[in-house]
């Protein structure tokens, strides 16, 4: 009896601490990945409010479903929101995690795009 006790008792202890560091990775963003692209205004959307009570989407009106490329240079497309329009033509990083996807986005130089990506866009200083 005793030992069924002991069992049960390190079961939900290793199950609650599996718990606690998933949801501390969960939230401190590591595993997370940078994806490089370029905002093009024809591919934004504006997202109205579905009119629930909670709003998962966090208030962020428009929504962009861009091709973007990791340090790689391999290709996803990503769509992420934004509490606004964007600049055409601008260069971005997404800082993306796999459950929670977009977790930041920041605008970039084309200089500062890993080679492998810059080879898929024009610079605009040649142009």
């Given amino acids: ?37 370029q905002i093009d205004n024809s591919k934004v959307e504006q997202v109205e409010s579905k009119g629930g009570v909670i709003d998962f989407k966090g208030g962020l009106p428009y929504s962009y479903t861009l091709l973007a490329y990791d340090e790689n240079g391999k290709e996803k497309e990503i769509t992420f929101g ?8 601008a260069f971005i990083r997404l800082t993306v995690m796999p459950v929670r996807g977009v977790l930041e986005w920041n605008e970039v130089q084309y200089d500062e795009l890993p080679v492998t990506v810059q080879s898929n866009y024009t610079n605009p200083v040649n142009e």
């Fill in 82 to 89: 934004t509490s606004r329009e964007l600049k055409e033509g």
């Fill in 1 to 37: 009896m005793k030992k069924k006790v002991f069992i049960g008792i390190g079961t939900v202890v290793i199950i609650t601490l599996g718990f606690i560091c998933f949801c501390i990775w969960l939230l401190s963003g590591t595993g997370s990945t940078y994806y490089y692209s």
